[in-house]
């Protein structure tokens, strides 16, 4: 089973700047199946990135994946106070289960 | 607009059961494979189970595995889960998703979730 590590474990920014959340595989990951999910209190999770890089519908161009095979990125550029929310990553790649990383938290100041 | 409403969920004793629903709008619910992921603060986002577009392939991850039953009306746009000899480790926010696309197991739209909680 593949496990997936975010990090850092929260990140904290200022309006304006760039953050870069990093989701590592303990295997390769095939096929960049690598998705983006962000989440704010008391809400769903939403549907941000797929392939590892494809914005999903609605979803603004401050936001960007890339990456592949073990290494991921979610990068947010020009933050924006309404970006403060955890940040997973889910692998679609391997056999069942489906697997979530553990989250990023980012903070916007 | 492509919506999913959940019901259902709330107390439960160790060992009871409960059923959550999920009633989609806005897509042709037939075609999408649907799928029940849970949260909770120690665990954070779980997987729990998938169910094609069909009804006829149905996967769930093996900690509830003979005790969940995921089931889906095509003819109503629902989806369900029944949840049998609960434990209290099942206690969690749970959330149905749809599928983005078709063999692809991203989830692009999601209820609203709906709160089990397991204990005596």
């Known amino acids: 089973e593949i496990v997936l590590t975010q990090s850092p474990g929260t990140l904290s920014l200022s309006p304006g700047e760039r953050a870069a959340l990093s989701c590592t595989a303990s295997?390769?990951?095939?096929?960049?199946?690598l998705a983006w999910y962000q989440q704010k209190p008391g809400q769903a999770p939403k549907f941000l990135i797929y392939?590892?890089?494809r914005r999903a519908t609605g979803v603004p161009d401050r936001f960007s994946g890339g990456g592949s095979g073990t290494d991921f990125t979610l990068t947010i550029s020009r933050l924006e106070p309404e970006d403060s929310a955890v940040y997973y990553c889910q692998q679609y790649d391997a056999s069942l289960p489906i697997i979530f990383g553990q989250g990023t938290r980012l903070e916007i100041k | 607009e492509m919506r999913l409403f959940q019901s259902g969920g709330g107390l439960a004793p160790p060992g009871g059961s409960l059923r959550l629903s999920c009633a989609a709008s806005g897509f042709t619910f037939s075609t999408y494979a649907m799928t029940w992921v849970r949260q909770t603060p120690g665990k954070g986002l779980e997987w729990v189970s998938a169910i094609s577009g069909d009804g006829n392939y149905i996967y769930y991850v093996d900690s509830v595995e003979g005790r969940f039953t995921t089931s889906r009306d095509n003819s109503k746009n629902t989806l369900f889960l029944e949840m049998n000899y609960l434990r209290a480790e099942d206690t969690a926010i749970y959330f149905c998703a749809k599928n983005y696309a078709d063999g692809q197991a991203t989830y692009n739209v999601w209820g609203q979730g709906t709160t089990v909680t397991v204990s005596s």
């Open positions: 392939g590892a890089s």
């Open positions: 295997q390769t990951i095939g096929n960049d199946y």
